[in-house]
């Protein structure tokens, strides 16, 4: 094992430790988002005071107070996924199912003249995220826009299936002729 290696495992355990720790406290991660943010505004006002006469030291503490920041950098998306991994997992679900929604709008009308089929928009989606910010009720919002979501993709591909079997029948199996057939084969 290399030092480097050594090294590297101790700051992982370290790290470790330190998110299953703000885990335990059920600390939000934004919170410690907006901490890094605070402490890099410290450092921006040490580099901005620095002078002639002083500069060395103020650039060693704004170094310090960036390594400082960072910690809270490196924790935070560690912390939000220790936190809720559900909802990390059904947020990239209700985003998945959103672009669809308009994909299968998309593709539908590239074969249909017009695809409105379904409830669930743009539009419905930003008053349902708006509501869920200013209530504080993002979970039961995620599976509202999810199910919702799901549902308009469903209905929407139905739609385009049964349009396009009013516009183009389909084909009615014929038979070959065995003596064409042979014809053309022989």
């Known amino acids: 094992m290399t030092w480097t ?3 590297g495992r101790s700051c992982k355990w370290l790290l470790y430790k330190i998110v299953h720790g703000l885990a335990l406290t059920r600390i939000s991660p934004n919170a410690l988002t907006f901490i890094g943010l605070l402490i890099n505004i410290v450092a ?3 580099f901005g005071y620095a002078n002639a006469e002083n500069q060395r030291r103020m650039f060693l503490y704004a170094g310090l107070v ?3 920041a960072g910690i809270f950098d ?3 998306g560690r912390v939000a996924r220790a936190n809720r991994f559900f909802y990390v997992v059904m947020t990239a679900f209700v985003m998945v199912s959103s672009v669809m929604v308009s ?3 998309a593709r539908a009308e590239s074969l249909i003249p017009s695809c409105k089929a379904g409830f669930m928009e743009r539009p419905e989606r930003i008053v349902l995220i708006i509501i869920g910010a200013l209530f504080n009720r993002m979970g039961p919002v995620l599976w509202v826009i999810a199910v919702l979501s799901t549902i308009t993709v469903i209905h929407r591909i139905r739609y385009t299936h049964q349009q396009l079997a009013l516009i183009e029948p389909p084909p009615v199996p014929v038979r070959p002729d065995p003596l064409k057939f042979e014809e053309i084969v022989g």
């Open 5 to 7: 290696s050594a090294v």
């Open 44 to 46: 921006g006002f040490l």
């Open 66 to 68: 960036i390594i400082g």
């Open 74 to 76: 490196m924790v935070d």
């Open 103 to 105: 994909y299968t709008r």
